[in-house]
């Protein structure tokens, strides 16, 4: 199981989840990736991103100054 980052700090929604697509093909099972954000519909556009494709939402951190962590498993 690998663990993989993704900091789209500074991006505004819809790079944050483009990103994500774009990286998704080589993720393998069980892996998990992390993606730092601070857009303000991040959280959201992501967990709607999980729930369309089937990956898991693992968690969100909030990191302070608007920025948050969240971790995906594929």
Do not use: Y
Not at 32 to 49: A, N, Q
Not at 57 to 64: I, N, R, T
């Amino acid at each position: 199981m690998a663990v993989e980052l993704i900091d789209t700090l500074g991006q505004k929604c819809p790079q944050p989840v483009l990103k994500i697509a774009v990286k998704a093909p080589d993720m393998k099972h069980g892996d998990i990736l992390e993606v730092l954000g601070d857009c303000p519909t991040f959280e959201k556009d992501v967990r709607t991103w999980c729930e369309r494709l089937g990956k898991v939402f693992l968690s969100v951190k909030d990191e302070g100054q608007n920025k948050k962590r969240i971790q995906i498993q594929f």
